[in-house]
């Protein structure tokens, strides 16, 4: 089974911007189904955005209008545009994917994930 790798996490001050990577290893997940989600300690996991195997893409209604899903199928890599941030966007960031043409509704669905990304936004 192959891996997912996230990079691109850090620092930023509210109003920045970020950009998340996610590269699969051994496998091409982006002909599937892939997402981002992030988790704050002591909540459930929250989905950011999630794009099809045609790049039908569906965003949480906390970043809609900041942030943006893309993905480059030559290089394998799934991105995460965040602009706009604030200090709510503070997370551990995870990359997945269920290898399935369609999305999930829900997160216990994505079977493959990274270990994550932490972005901090600071006021």
């Known amino acids: 089974q192959g891996e997912l790798v996230e990079s691109g996490g850090g620092s930023a001050q509210a109003g920045g911007s970020l950009r998340l990577s996610c590269v699969s290893v051994?496998?091409?997940?982006?002909?599937?189904?892939m997402g981002w989600f992030r988790q704050v300690p002591g909540k459930e996991r929250e989905k950011v955005a999630t794009i099809t195997r045609l790049e039908t893409i569906e965003y949480g209604p906390s970043v809609k209008g900041r942030f943006t899903v893309s993905k480059d199928f030559a290089k394998n890599t799934l991105y995460l545009q965040m602009s706009n941030l604030k200090p709510d966007d503070t997370a551990m960031y995870y990359c997945?994917?269920?290898?399935?043409?369609?999305?999930?509704?829900?997160?216990?669905?994505?079977?493959?994930w990274g270990r994550g990304t932490q972005v901090t936004v600071s006021s």
């Open positions: 997945a994917a269920t290898g399935t043409r369609l999305c999930p509704p829900s997160w216990t669905d994505f079977n493959i």
């Open positions: 051994g496998f091409r997940a982006t002909g599937g189904c």
